[in-house]
């Protein structure tokens, strides 16, 4: 089973508006990543939180995380065309070797 | 600086035929992964290797084997398909320290018939 979800399913926008993410989790965690997949490669990494982080930025992404809601959002600043690709959530738990993903957000910036 | 590299990047098999699947890393990274991924799914880990000489069920293993060949190889064998393991399947590696992100292949798109 999933152990992350990400909300929404799919999201379209226009290039220069900002693109939020959402992704939501069941149990305890080391840490959080993101990761990005554009159509037909492999998944890419795009950044990770901590379990005792609350807000991490690295270029125009910002990810915050509340353990207390079991969530994370993705929010990307000033989405350009080529960041259209689906975005996964991926948890690794404190129990167990297995770092699960969600089912992805598919992001549609249109130029 | 290859990466990860999965061959190959497309197969149909009928329905019984077996296949093996190839994953190569060059960054001499102790742990590596194969995950399936089916639409609306997200990935589920099948098998994942934490160091050379020892593997582990995923998730979904049922229906696949491993083997880790050295640190650099680790492959996964479809010994009699089913149209349920249609699928796009990835390679991952990692250092296997619990704060390095996973590196994937560009998968391998398999058809069952």
């Known amino acids: 089973s999933q152990q992350g979800e990400e909300d929404p399913q799919a999201l379209s926008i226009q290039e220069g508006e900002n693109a939020t993410m959402n992704c939501s989790y069941k149990t305890s965690i080391n840490n959080l990543q993101w990761y990005r997949q554009n159509s037909g490669r492999g998944l890419v990494h795009l950044i990770l939180i901590r379990s005792n982080e609350r807000e991490k930025h690295s270029g125009r992404l910002r990810v915050t995380l509340d353990t207390s809601k079991k969530s994370s959002s993705l929010l990307i600043t000033a989405s350009r065309a080529a960041d259209t690709a689906s975005y996964f959530c991926a948890t690794d738990p404190n129990a167990g070797n297995m770092l699960t993903f969600g089912g992805g957000t598919r992001l549609m910036v249109k130029p | 600086n290859a990466g990860v590299t999965q061959t190959p990047k497309f197969q149909v098999l009928k329905t019984g035929q077996s296949m093996t699947l190839q994953c190569a890393q060059d960054?001499?990274?102790?742990?590596m992964y194969w995950y399936r991924q089916d639409p609306g799914m997200g990935l589920r880990l099948i098998y994942y290797?934490?160091?050379?000489?020892?593997?582990d069920k995923g998730e979904v293993p049922n229906g696949y084997n491993v083997s880790r060949l050295n640190k650099r190889e680790f492959s996964l064998r479809l010994e009699s398909a089913a149209p349920s393991q249609t699928s796009v399947y990835f390679c991952?590696?990692?250092?296997?320290?619990?704060?390095?992100?996973?590196?994937f292949g560009n998968g391998t798109r398999l058809t069952v018939t």
């Open positions: 290797s934490a160091s050379e000489g020892t593997t």
């Open positions: 991952a590696s990692s250092p296997r320290d619990r704060w390095s992100p996973l590196h």
């Open positions: 960054m001499n990274h102790n742990s």
